[in-house]
């Protein structure tokens, strides 16, 4: 009975056994078939996963390329050059679309927006160097009111890279439509890559506009800013341009060294006799004035400016070199008035627009400090440049503009010269008696676009084949006649008057004139040949007898010098920083936003180091604490001597 109880017990463990061995392996098997499962699903997704990841990778490819190349269109850029500087252009491109990635959270939306962003961004650059003759910089933006009022002057015109650029463009826009781009389901993930790409595009911003990583990349240095974004490329260069919106304190600049220059100024003190009248003073820059035939020779059929010519008696003449081409005008005028230079201030910015932000010393100033009133004419709208708020600034005591001036006629679509010397001369007649004037005006009759084709040109250059040439000679012609009504006007009368007449850059006519021009050089790349579409004519004139012998070596200046001879010339006494520059005018005659040119006539680049050097970093020192060191500013060496002042 026994046995068979143990047999038993044998039989049903010996079951439980098999079943538990049974469960088992089914287990087993039911694991392995799951886990065959998992791995299908997981392989499955993972091949759908790699196929969105692909389509990405592809677009993060095609359109950074497509962008790239339509804004080379844009700047008339080469489309393979240096390789760090064409990284550069991507980096930058990748950065416009994490930008708006982070703001977005949409690849496809990124990519539309960045389309759009940087192909108007092309097409403004393309629309403003033809109308200039100089490309776009970021500041520009603060002067689309200017923009906005001489558009209606503007002939739009499409050249082949341009219209390569804009079918690019197009290409990249509808087929972007096409391109399904699917975002990350993983929320926590999505904005983890956001964070990410804010953080690099900030931090790799900063080190860019406040580090010397600019070197590393071997951008172009160039004054010719055209030659530059060719260079460049377009995305990089306005990149390169927004860096110089930070000012940097110059190397060696300090307080105590600003007071040992001080020191060693020796301002002479003009003495007056009991007869002497202060002269009035009229300041007339004309727009785009210049002799063009200081590049080279051409043909006309007349003289475009016969008057400004034949002045001699009691007139100092010469060349006057300026920073800028084609445009930028308040930059001319703020190196006359300022007498600081654009070669200590970031290339390519506006000092109305970013830098004269409080009152500053000036011509105006120096004059009014000696019993003058003040006054400026711009026969445009105020608002242009900031002049409005400008002006009073600089010491303007009164400010008339094409709101206030009476009776003003239009050449074109812009005041003329002639209506707005009227103006002067009103000023003139109206002053009290003993009342002694300065005014600055600046014209604008002969502002580009030079593409009017209801103006008749009366000027033929070169058997006609420039027309925009044409244009601007007849405008000239037409300046200089209204110059000859202004002279013969204060020739009559009694009260000493001296004009200062000079332009503030060369025109912007056609490309090929220009080359035309340079090409009869043995070398038209040289910066001495160069320099000279930087020129235009200057011209000091009194109405009483003035000693011209004694200026007759003054044949080539820079801008910023010229109202300190002007000061010279009328007797008026001067300030430290005038005195300072006139010892620098001796040795440096000529220093622009370009470089510098010594009395030797040898052209320097400002990295230079040799002999001229440290005059070159005085004046920069001494700018710098005019300009920007508000807390530390050596007032006396910007004031006109104490016992010199009325």
């Not at 489309?79 to 252009?89: H, P, Q, V």
Request: aromatic share 16%.
């Amino acid at each position: 009975m026994k046995n068979n109880q143990n047999q038993l017990q044998y039989y049903i463990k010996n079951f439980t056994q098999k079943i538990i061995h049974l469960f088992h392996n089914m287990k087993n098997t039911i694991f392995k078939l799951t886990q065959k499962t998992k791995i299908d699903a997981l392989y499955h997704q993972l091949i759908h996963i790699d196929r969105k990841i692909l389509i990405k990778l592809f677009a993060l490819i095609l359109y950074p390329i497509l962008i790239y190349l339509y804004m080379q269109f844009f700047c008339n850029g080469k489309i393979l050059f240096e390789s760090k500087r064409m990284l550069l252009n991507f980096i930058f491109i990748y950065f416009i679309i994490g930008f708006f990635y982070c703001f977005s959270g949409q690849l496809k939306i990124s990519l539309y927006l960045s389309l759009v962003f940087t192909f108007t961004i092309g097409l403004i650059n393309h629309f403003i160097t033809v109308f200039r003759g100089t490309p776009f910089v970021p500041w520009d933006i603060f002067s689309l009111n200017v923009a906005l009022t001489v558009l209606p002057t503007f002939k739009f015109s499409l050249n082949k890279k341009a219209i390569l650029g804009i079918i690019t463009f197009l290409i990249a826009f509808f087929s972007l439509r096409k391109l399904k781009l699917t975002s990350f389901q993983n929320g926590k993930l999505k904005k983890i890559y956001r964070l990410v790409v804010l953080i690099s595009s900030i931090s790799f911003t900063i080190f860019f506009l406040t580090t010397n990583m600019i070197s590393f990349f071997e951008l172009d240095e160039n004054w010719d800013p055209q030659e530059e974004y060719h260079n460049n490329g377009l995305i990089a260069s306005l990149f390169k341009q927004s860096r110089n919106l930070i000012i940097s304190t110059p190397e060696g600049y300090n307080i105590d060294t600003i007071k040992a220059i001080a020191t060693k100024i020796d301002v002479p003190i003009v003495e007056h006799s009991e007869a002497y009248e202060y002269p009035n003073i009229i300041a007339i820059m004309n727009e785009s004035f210049a002799d063009l035939s200081v590049i080279n020779d051409f043909s006309t059929n007349i003289n475009y400016m016969p008057f400004f010519k034949s002045l001699k008696n009691n007139t100092v003449k010469g060349n006057l070199h300026m920073s800028i081409f084609g445009a930028t005008t308040p930059n001319s005028e703020w190196e006359f008035l300022t007498a600081n230079s654009m070669a200590f201030v970031p290339k390519r910015t506006v000092p109305y627009q970013q830098y004269v932000l409080r009152n500053s010393y000036s011509l105006a100033t120096i004059l009014k400090s000696q019993g003058y009133t003040t006054s400026a004419i711009h026969s445009y709208y105020p608002q242009g440049y900031n002049r409005n708020l400008v002006y009073p600034r600089l010491g303007f005591d009164t400010f008339f503009h094409i709101n206030t001036l009476k009776d003003l006629v239009t050449i074109r679509e812009y005041p003329s010269d002639l209506s707005t010397y009227k103006n002067i001369i009103s000023l003139y007649e109206e002053k009290k008696e003993n009342e002694k004037l300065f005014n600055f005006t600046l014209t604008m009759q002969n502002h580009g676009s030079y593409t009017d084709e209801t103006f008749p040109s009366t000027i033929i250059a070169e058997n006609g084949q420039y027309p925009r040439l044409n244009q601007y000679l007849s405008l000239i012609k037409i300046a200089d006649e209204a110059l000859e009504y202004l002279i013969n006007y204060f020739s009559t009368q009694q009260e000493p008057t001296i004009i200062v007449f000079f332009g503030d850059h060369q025109p912007y006519v056609e490309d090929e004139f220009y080359e035309n021009l340079l090409s009869k050089y043995e070398d038209s790349t040289a910066k001495e040949v160069v320099e000279r579409k930087y020129i235009t004519p200057f011209m000091i004139w009194a109405n009483y007898d003035i000693d011209e012998e004694a200026y007759s070596n003054i044949q080539d200046i820079s801008v910023n010098y010229l109202s300190s001879l002007l000061l010279d010339i009328a007797n008026i006494q001067k300030t430290p920083y005038l005195t300072f520059l006139d010892h620098l005018r001796n040795e440096i005659p000529i220093i622009t936003g370009n470089g510098y040119m010594d009395k030797t006539g040898t052209y320097h680049d400002f990295s230079e180091k040799n002999t001229y050097s440290d005059l070159i970093d005085t004046y920069h020192y001494l700018q710098f604490n005019n300009m920007f060191d508000n807390s530390n500013k050596f007032t006396s060496l910007f004031e006109v001597p104490m016992q010199a002042s009325k």
